[in-house]
């Protein structure tokens, strides 16, 4: 007989508080199994986005059981974050793993049949699994092995240790990003934050593609949140950087765009330095020129070149999106020597979002695509943010 949910997935919160990472797939195909399924099991998304990769048990090899996040049903629920049924047998139901609005994976409950009530208990599961994994993967390097299918740089770890999540939103905005090469990225990084009413955005891009660049891009996230935490201002966060870099790391330039967005008013404040602008997307269309301002110096100078940052205002419209690149997206170079071009981006932007296409699905699409226009090799870093600002519907997709 099933047991009631609540009892279920009670005693499922009150083992994981001392369970070990790589006992959790084997309590979440016990709370399945307490809840009449026949097994449950936890697949994670690799680095790239490219696999879904089953969490393995103590002496288990997860990554044979790989499935592919194109062309099957558990990419399906993955890519369009919904729960799929598979209708042979046995039955078996694919359910997003999501933390907030990020997801990480999907679920796969297996059973004889399934009833309304065993849905219910399955999406109760992978609310409460998705939580596990995220809580325990800050102290283990299970998930982290899991979801890599290859040995990553030291500057790539470094840079992706300082990383938020990619995705992030409330019920009034979303912010999303992508970046490769995973396992190599040297120089460029991103952050995106909430705070008392306004989400922060940063996208940074360093000279080079080393340890040092991936040194300059971490000391600026870190110049970047210290600042943000004790009060300052954009131009604060900028002259921050750009002392730190010219103390610490001579030599060591760094472009960017740092960004404030009021989640009441819509009012847009950013700071670009030396970096490409930032683009306006409005109804699915870009509003040509919107975010462009003139030049300035990148950061890293120091005092000889010291001067003013202009901080730059606009106001959105609700539904508008921000979208803030690296030149690494837009001068990828294919093996004939054609660049991917900023009118592709923008192309493949507005006709994802256009579509409908939830904002983590869209970049993870485009990034694919500039891999696929680079054969899998870039050799600069590509990193994209996208933010929207959705005050008046309440909506967390982009």
């Given at each position: 007989m099933a047991e009631e949910p609540g009892a279920a997935l009670g005693l499922f919160l009150e083992r994981s508080h001392t369970a070990a990472p790589l006992q959790v797939p084997q309590l979440v195909d016990e709370a399945a199994r307490l809840l009449g399924m026949e097994s449950a099991t936890v697949y994670l998304a690799d680095m790239q986005e490219?696999?879904?990769?089953?969490?393995?048990?103590?002496?288990?090899?997860?990554e044979a059981g790989a499935l592919a996040i194109e062309g099957t049903v558990a990419g399906w629920a993955y890519r369009t974050m919904s729960l799929r049924?598979?209708?042979?047998?046995?039955?078996?139901?694919?359910?997003?793993?999501?933390?907030?609005?990020?997801?990480?994976?999907?679920?796969?409950?297996?059973?004889?049949?399934?009833?309304?009530?065993?849905?219910?208990?399955?999406?109760?599961?992978?609310?409460?699994?998705?939580?596990t994994v995220v809580s325990k993967s800050g102290f283990s390097d299970v998930f982290s092995r899991a979801a890599r299918r290859r040995p990553m740089t030291t500057a790539a770890e470094m840079v992706w240790a300082f990383l938020p999540p990619l995705t992030l939103g409330t019920d009034r905005v979303t912010s999303t990003a992508a970046l490769e090469p995973a396992y190599e990225i040297g120089g460029d990084a991103f952050d995106h934050g909430l705070d008392d009413g306004r989400l922060h955005l940063s996208v940074v891009d360093a000279m080079g593609h080393d340890l040092a660049a991936g040194l300059a891009s971490a000391v600026a996230l870190a110049g970047c949140r210290s600042t943000r935490r004790a009060g300052g201002t954009l131009t604060d966060i900028t002259d921050r950087?750009?002392?730190?870099?010219?103390?610490?790391?001579?030599?060591?330039?760094?472009?960017?765009?740092?960004?404030?967005?009021?989640?009441?008013?819509?009012?847009?404040?950013?700071?670009?330095?030396?970096?490409?602008?930032?683009?306006?997307?409005?109804?699915?269309?870009?509003?040509?020129g919107a975010l462009e301002a003139s030049g300035e110096l990148p950061l890293g100078l120091g005092?000889?070149?010291?001067?003013?940052?202009?901080?730059?205002?606009?106001?959105?419209e609700p539904g508008d999106r921000v979208l803030i690149h690296t030149d690494g997206v837009t001068e990828a170079r294919?093996?004939?020597?054609?660049?991917?071009?900023?009118?592709?981006?923008?192309?493949?932007?507005?006709?994802?979002?256009?579509?409908?296409?939830?904002?983590?699905?869209?970049?993870?699409?485009?990034?694919?695509?500039?891999?696929?226009?680079?054969?899998?090799?870039?050799?600069?870093?590509?990193?994209?943010?996208?933010?929207?600002?959705?005050?008046?519907t309440g909506d967390t997709r982009l």
């Open positions: 490219d696999q879904l990769v089953p969490l393995p048990s103590p002496g288990e090899d997860g049924l598979s209708h042979r047998r046995p039955l078996a139901v694919w359910l997003p793993l999501v933390d907030g609005i990020a997801r990480i994976g999907v679920l796969q409950i297996v059973a004889d049949r399934i009833t309304p009530a065993m849905l219910d208990g399955a999406t109760q599961l992978a609310a409460v699994t998705a939580l950087i750009d002392e730190d870099l010219h103390r610490w790391q001579p030599g060591g330039l760094l472009t960017g765009v740092f960004a404030d967005l009021d989640l009441g008013t819509g009012q847009l404040a950013w700071i670009n330095a030396g970096h490409p602008p930032p683009l306006l997307i409005r109804a699915h269309h870009v509003v040509p005092p000889d070149y010291e001067h003013s940052r202009t901080v730059h205002e606009t106001q959105l294919s093996a004939t020597g054609r660049q991917f071009g900023e009118d592709q981006l923008i192309d493949f932007v507005t006709r994802a979002l256009a579509a409908g296409e939830p904002a983590p699905e869209a970049l993870r699409r485009l990034i694919h695509a500039i891999l696929d226009h680079h054969h899998g090799q870039l050799q600069d870093d590509a990193t994209i943010v996208l933010a929207e600002w959705h005050p008046e």
